[in-house]
């Protein structure tokens, strides 16, 4: 398991509220407390209320001089006092459950914060700082390594199933899964039903398998049955990549980079080393500078964020020369905590490079839809200031707040660590160098596009994202989608998008800064 972070800055910060053996050691001139078994009731307890500390009462290092009564949670002001070890709170996903709504946003009359959750077994903290997917992961399509779309039936009572994705790195991938293949059987099971009963029962046996037999079939209609374990592996992010070659109106060839990511694993693990996530982005980009391209489609589609160091890493890679050493994105934390910002050191923003990547592009398209979320949409928000940012797709998931990854833990009778959960609560809200944010209920495209979920990757003739952006490449416009006979001739196919909203929530959707982590623990 990965090095477990912020241990003495959480724990600490019951220092004078608190004094026991099990929360935390006690000062050598006091008495030592009596011997306390640790109990599942009392792990439940302890980390019910020591995350309503550190969100509602005390900062995170410890309460030491300033930070003393600062509280971390964005919207903390709209909670009221509550009892945190009340009876009513069967454990610390249902207070926070409660905590969570109480901020409503007025322009949709819903929570502002449904985003906020515990990882209480720290697999996505390993996936997200250090690109590792582990083998005994909790329900998550990274446990082996794909994700599924489902999309309309023969008939209103079934569903077929298809790849959305599957990471190289991965089980499925090893295995030689694509995406677009569509999934015939599942451990022998051919009849899908369309109820949702049925569909959440089939998504939970495929995300949650260590090991699983599925029959697909493939674009070229072969079929294959493969069984897929479960395995360690090092995430790549990076699903496909290619270069096009396009002619504009004055009949000049134009070189289009092209590749898909579906999440922000960071470039350095907790150790400040490269990651593989790293070393795949730079073989894309150096493959991009290498062909001089001057038109750039990054496909977001399944993105649901991750790492805002990756962002601030694909930001400096594509933004123009005159954005170097000028501001990238600000933050915005809760009132207490701007009041006092230079005494939490936290940062207020973050700088573009002295001198970015240098890939001088004309126009840089994102392939968006209702998954792209948090960091991937930090990404392209941060760019819009500086350079010709185009939206195609469908508009974004909605997401401009991020998380400071607080690691929870108690000490037994011999002070030994004994883990809880890391606590992903709400602490700031980013916008770009104009001041631009806010985009609670998505960020809105440029250009419409369907998302054909058994179409593979890089298909220019079926895809309609990819058609939208080499269209624009080439004429300067978007295609009309109601009389383009170009899409008119792909949609006779058999097309299918998946149905919206039908795939159960899945895996990570957020935005998390390990550097502002690290500045809380006093690591830095």
Known sequence: MYRKLFSAGTTTILAGALCTGTFMSCHKDKPAPPPVDITDALKKDSLK?????????????????????????????SVPQLDPLA???????????????????????????????????????????????????????????????FAAGADASKVRLFVKYADKNSPAGKAGVLRGWEIISVNGNTNFSSASSAINSLYNTISTASTITLGFKKQDQTSVTLTINSAT???NPVLFDTIYTVKNTANINI?????????????????GNATATKAALDQTIAKFKAQGIKQLIVDFRYNGGGATSTAEYLDNAFAPSA????????????????????????????????????????????????????????????????????????????KPVGFIDFNITMYDNDHKPVYLADLYAINFETMNANGSGGYYTGIPVDAEAADYVNVAWGNTTSDQNLQQALNYVSTGTYLDLR????????????????????????GFNGMVDFRLSKKVAGLQ
């Open 233 to 235: 592996y090092n995430i």
């Open 483 to 506: 009389t383009s006979a170009r899409i008119s001739a792909a949609a006779s196919n058999d097309l299918r998008a998946a149905i919206p909203g039908i795939t159960p929530a899945r």
């Open 323 to 398: 954005a170097g050493g000028k501001v990238m994105y600000t933050y915005k934390y809760n009132d207490k905590i701007m009041q006092n910002l230079a005494a939490t050191k936290l940062d207020a923003q973050v700088n573009f490079a002295a001198a970015t990547g240098g890939m001088s592009l004309d126009n840089i398209f994102f392939i968006v839809s209702g998954e792209t979320a948090s960091a991937s949409e930090l990404t392209l928000n941060n760019l819009k200031p500086y350079m010709n940012v185009r939206l195609i797709g469908k508009k974004t998931y909605g």
């Open 255 to 271: 070189k289009v980079g092209y590749f898909a990511m579906y999440t922000f694993s960071s470039v350095t693990n907790d150790a």
């Open 49 to 77: 209320y020591l995350m309503y500390q550190i969100m509602q009462v005390t900062y995170g290092d410890g309460g030491r001089t300033v930070s003393k009564g600062l509280p971390t949670y964005y919207w903390y002001s």
């Open 87 to 149: 009876g009513k709170y069967a454990d610390a996903n249902a207070l926070l459950t409660e905590m969570k709504g109480y901020a409503i946003n007025l322009a949709t009359n819903a929570a502002y914060d449904h985003y906020s959750f515990l990882d209480e077994d720290g697999t996505i903290t390993n996936q997200l700082m250090n690109g590792v997917s582990e083998q005994n992961a909790a329900a998550n399509p990274s446990k082996l390594g794909f994700d599924i779309g």
